[in-house]
Every structure is written in C-alpha cells, then in structure tokens.
Nanobody, 126 residues
Framework: QLQLVESGGGLVQPGGSLRLSCVAS????????IGWFRQAPGKERDGVSC????????????KYADSVKGRFTISRDDAKNTAFLQMNSLKPEDTAVYYC???????????????WGQGTQVTVSS
C-alpha cells in the first residue's frame, strides 16, 4: 500500500520552532519529489516548500514560498524513507494543517501530486 504519514505538529508560541516529518510506505522516497503544503481554515491549500527527487538531482533542488523563505528548511533522509520540514521563527499566520505529498518533480501545483498524507495541525499562538 502507498502511504504518507505526517507528524510533529502541535501548539507553539510565536518565535518557536517545530520539525515536521513525513514517513513514506509503499514507495522508495528517493524516486520522488516531496512537497509540503498547508491549508488554513477557509483558505486554499498552498505550497510551502518542495524538494526534487534524489535520483533527479545530484546537488539537491528546493523551492520555498516567499512567506516562509529564510525560516523553513526542507530536507530528506532517503535511507529512512522520510522527509522533514524544519520550521523556525514561527508566526501566527503559519497556523494551518500541513500536508506532505509525493510527485515526480518539485512543484507548487497541488494537482500534480499523486500521494498525500493525512496532515498534521500546527498552531502558533498570538
């Protein structure tokens, strides 16, 4: 079976940090680009960050939304079939459900992704 499972969300104060993880089952993660998306209540699901498939990039290729650039870092550990999103200097506007997804390439077009996790809630208090 194909599955992505996110974890690491929770409640944090502004300026704090969280590290989200995305564990893949049924796929070899190194063959896939990984995207992180988020969706706040009443808003669209937006791309946060993505990282190219390891087999397609020897140096690593990443992309970040302007709103998180310099604060968030995406990474992957293919040996553990896991991707991460390190979130620092969190702001109340970062509050959302965060999802990871797998695709053939790094993109912020959510319709391109074939496999999605269930999501993990991140809440940044004011």
């Amino acid at each position: 079976q194909l599955q992505l499972v996110e974890s690491g969300g929770g409640l944090v104060q502004p300026g704090g940090s969280l590290r989200l993880s995305c564990v893949a089952s049924g796929i070899t993660l190194e063959n896939y680009a990984i995207g992180w998306f988020r969706q706040a209540p009443g808003k669209e699901r937006d791309g946060v960050s993505c990282i190219s498939a390891s087999i397609r990039s020897s140096v690593g290729s990443t992309k970040y939304a302007d709103s998180v650039k310099g604060r968030f870092t995406i990474s992957r550990d293919d040996a553990k079939n896991t991707a991460f999103l390190q979130m620092n200097s969190l702001k109340p506007e970062d509050t959302a459900v965060y999802y990871c997804a797998a695709d053939s390439h790094c993109t912020f077009y959510s319709t391109e992704y074939d496999l999605w996790g269930q999501g993990t809630q991140v809440t940044v208090s004011s």
